[in-house]
């Protein structure tokens, strides 16, 4: 990767972070309200989803944000926001005046799937973690 390259995907990492973080940090702080929120989606184990959510939202959005171990970090919030979505977001379950805004955060959600398959294919870059120690293991 090239300078510029390397930046955008930077740039990118961010913005990726910035959806997952306050996500999880919002699921922490209103532990008992989610719980009833996933509840009322049919969840089976509604406490044990909102403590994978929180881990992987949180831990992966920073993980995601430093570029450490970039590649599965991707895959694996690309496979959580695709089951959150298709939980949280099935628009073809819903009443048709709230079909149109689910249908347009199941899309949002796919798109952000993209990007992250695509970091999980391009990893972190230079300006990472995972840049820092593939540098030095290649000076060693």
Do not use: C
């Not at 390397?6 to 922490?28: D, E, M, T, W, Y």
């Not at 991707?74 to 949280?88: E, K, Q, R, S, Y």
Request: hydrophobic residues 55%; aromatic residues 8%; without cysteine.
């Amino acid at each position: 990767m090239n300078t510029s390259q390397n930046a955008l995907n930077l740039i990118g990492r961010i913005l990726i972070a910035v959806l997952f973080i306050p996500a999880g940090l919002s699921k922490l702080t209103g532990f008992e309200g989610t719980v009833g929120y996933f509840t009322s989606l049919g969840m089976i184990t509604p406490t044990l989803g909102v403590v994978v959510a929180i881990i992987v939202e949180l831990l992966g959005g920073i993980a995601l944000l430093v570029g450490y171990q970039t590649r599965v970090v991707a895959i694996v919030v690309a496979v959580f926001t695709f089951a959150a979505t298709l939980i949280g977001h099935a628009y073809w379950a819903v009443p048709a005046e709230q079909a149109f805004i689910v249908k347009l955060m199941f899309f949002k959600n796919m798109a952000v799937i993209g990007g992250l398959l695509v970091l999980a294919s391009a990893g972190a870059g230079k300006l990472s973690i995972d840049g820092v120690k593939e540098k030095q293991s290649a000076t060693h």
